[in-house]
């Protein structure tokens, strides 16, 4: 019997055990998930952040761009036939109004001859014509006939020229010529493409920048830009804006000239444009990674009263590692910058402010 009190007494002390155990296991977990401290408060997050201060922002843009020459044609000849002369050396500079090829004329200026003859004979039938209408000799209808006999050899004479004139291909303005892709003797036709023109004393740069800084565009703004190959930086004054956004890319075409007198910049290479944009006063600038999106807009975190407190905002310019906050936001507002995708509202905060973000 002893024995069967004895065994029943182990039992007893071993489920005491086990229940007083799971009980301290249990209070051990609630204290732990409540903070763990004396109080049952959860310990504050360590998170950086920075004091907004209205301040002046000065934004600007990085975009890609293309040179091109200030003008470029191909030089084509109007009329067909053989390539008489050349008249220019390959990558030579050329002025406007100079001959540059010549194609034989020697049919044009024999339909020349024949028709200035033409002329000639209407003329004088034009005059005698006149002559008799005066004395009443001959009907107004008859002198009308011969009057346009002579005006139809006239055109017929001054159309045969312009074809003679067009057989000395002239340059159309002042610039270098490219390589040449004719010899002399070569048969040309409209579609014969000669050589290349190109102007690039001065030089274009053509650039988009997106819809929502369209605004911001004004004529005769500076802008700075670079080129592969060299780390100088060069200028260029905007002088046109296209009138519309392009509704497919929905961004604003801009065109700047830059002088290139020593010819460095070459057309149709590309350009790293730096656009300055407007100067902002009175703007808050945080950094990028402090904004939260959510559906329907941003919010950011601020440190108030030890907690942490959600703020909607809307914001405007972003740059690389700043935005500028358009409302939302007020002077001396700490904002969190660290830690801001696992915060939640009032959840305790220790905040070590960091240095004011610069624009």
């Keep these: 019997m002893k024995i069967k009190y004895i065994v029943y007494t182990l039992i007893i002390v071993g489920v005491g055990a086990l229940v007083y155990y799971r009980i301290s296991e249990n209070s051990a977990k ?48 109007e009329v067909s036939g053989i390539a008489e002369k050349i008249f220019f050396t390959e990558g030579a500079k050329v002025s406007q109004g100079q001959v540059l090829v010549k194609i034989n004329d020697v049919e044009l200026r024999a339909q020349a001859g024949a028709a200035r003859t033409r002329q000639n004979l209407a003329a004088e039938n034009e005059r005698r014509a006149r002559l008799l209408l ?22 017929q004479t001054q159309l045969i020229n312009a074809q003679i004139a067009k057989t000395s291909i002239r340059a159309p303005f002042s610039g270098t010529i490219g390589l040449r892709n004719i010899s002399p003797g070569t048969y040309v036709t409209s579609a014969t493409l000669i050589a290349s023109l190109v102007s690039s004393s001065q030089v274009k740069i053509t650039f988009s920048i997106p819809e929502k800084y369209a605004s911001q565009m004004k004529l005769n703004s500076k802008i700075s830009f670079t080129v592969a190959g060299t780390t100088q930086n060069f200028e260029a004054k905007i002088y046109a804006i296209e009138p519309a956004v392009d509704v497919a890319t929905r961004t604003l075409r801009v065109r700047a000239l830059a002088q290139n007198s020593d010819g460095k910049l070459l057309p149709g290479t590309f350009a790293n ?87």
């Excluded at 107004?140 to 055109?155: H, L, N, R, V, W």
């Excluded at 904004?291 to 329907?296: A, D, E, L, R, S």
């Design 30 to 77: 609630k204290n732990e998930q409540g903070g763990g401290g004396k109080d049952g408060k959860k310990p504050p997050m360590s998170v950086n952040g920075v004091v907004v201060a209205p301040q002046e922002f000065s934004n600007t843009l990085s975009l890609s761009g293309s040179i091109e020459a200030n003008e470029q044609v191909e030089i084509r000849s």
């Design 134 to 155: 005066q004395k009443e000799a001959i009907s107004q209808e008859e002198y009308d006939i011969a009057s346009a006999d002579f005006k139809t050899a006239q055109a």
């Design 273 to 359: 444009v730096a656009l300055p944009l407007e100067k902002v006063d009175g703007a808050f600038v945080i950094p990028t990674e402090a904004i939260v999106p959510i559906q329907g807009g941003k919010k950011v975190f601020i440190a108030k009263n030890g907690l942490a407190e959600e703020v909607m905002v809307q914001t405007g310019t972003r740059t690389d590692k700043d935005i500028v906050v358009l409302s939302g936001l007020k002077a001396g507002d700490t904002v969190l910058t660290t830690g801001v995708l696992t915060l939640k509202k009032e959840t305790p905060v220790k905040v070590s402010v960091t240095k004011n973000a610069k624009p």
